[in-house]
């Protein structure tokens, strides 16, 4: 999938994060489109923020991106990373839609 940059980087994140919300199983679930909301880690929901913060299956490449960032990336600092490290954060959620 190819992302276009806009000048305004959160805008980039939040279009890409609502572009892919499809694939989300609590999404599917809401429309009657899957009969299970709950994600592949067994957890009851599986949205975007459990996804992006939470999900054991992506613990290693959000560490790694925690790492080089120098910041936790979780519910309550998810505004910090759209505004200062947007380019990472987009990086991260590709890898997480990848496996959708």
Same mark, same amino acid.
């Given at each position: 999938?190819?992302?276009?940059?806009?000048?305004?980087?959160?805008?980039?994140?939040?279009?890409?994060?609502?572009?892919?919300?499809?694939?989300?199983? =609590?999404?599917?679930? /809401?429309?009657?489109?899957?009969?299970?909301?709950?994600?592949?880690?067994?957890?009851?929901? =599986?949205?975007?923020?459990h996804?992006?913060?939470?999900?054991?299956?992506?613990?290693?490449?959000?560490? =790694?991106?925690?790492?080089?960032?120098?910041?936790?990336? /979780? +519910? +309550?600092?998810?505004?910090?990373?759209?505004?200062?490290?947007?380019m =990472?954060?987009?990086?991260?959620?590709?890898?997480?839609? +990848?496996?959708?």
């Open positions: 999938m190819k992302v276009k940059i806009f000048s305004d980087k959160g805008f980039a994140v939040k279009s890409l994060s609502e572009q892919k919300n499809g694939k989300i199983r =609590q999404y599917l679930y /809401n429309i009657g489109y899957s009969i299970v909301s709950s994600c592949w880690c067994g957890m009851d929901t =599986q949205n975007s923020i996804l992006f913060c939470y999900c054991p299956r992506f613990m290693c490449s959000r560490f =790694q991106i925690e790492n080089r960032c120098g910041l936790s990336l /979780n +519910e +309550e600092t998810l505004s910090i990373w759209i505004t200062k490290f947007p =990472q954060l987009i990086e991260f959620l590709l890898l997480i839609y +990848e496996c959708l």
